[in-house]
């Protein structure tokens, strides 16, 4: 099994920043993905960001893009969104999720691992 820890939410106003941490701990693979996934009160899940095994290849869900990075430290099986730009409608709770295999997906169904959630609220 794997166990996916995030940390780094909070609250925020408008236009602040925020980095949150995913640890991952347990059974490892190589050629793995990582990402990013939130949802809104009411809302389904939705994909933020997701990177690569080796960090070469990113991608962003139209919404975020421009405004957050995702990137990931190898070494520390540890992954970073860092989310510039707040909005409130960026309000979520976020989770991190891993992936099997080299391809990066936007589907939730693809996605094997997940973590508990960390609050992001963001204020007007």
């Known amino acids: 099994q794997v166990q996916l820890v995030e940390s780094g939410g909070g609250l925020v106003q408008t236009g602040g920043s925020l980095r949150l941490s995913c640890a991952a701990s347990g059974r490892t693979f190589n050629n793995h993905a990582m990402g990013w996934f939130r949802q809104a009160p009411g809302k389904a899940r939705e994909f933020v960001a997701a990177?690569?095994?080796?960090?070469?290849?990113?991608y962003y869900s139209d919404s975020v893009k421009g405004r957050f990075t995702i990137s990931r430290d190898i070494a520390k099986n540890t992954q970073y969104l860092l989310m510039n730009g707040l909005k409130p409608e960026d309000t979520a709770v976020y989770y991190c999720?891993?992936?099997?295999?080299?391809?990066?997906?936007?589907?939730?169904?693809?996605?094997?691992?997940w973590g508990q959630g960390t609050q992001v609220t963001v204020s007007s």
């Open positions: 990177i690569s095994w080796s960090g070469g290849s990113t």
């Open positions: 999720a891993l992936k099997l295999g080299v391809l990066l997906s936007t589907e939730a169904a693809d996605w094997m691992y």
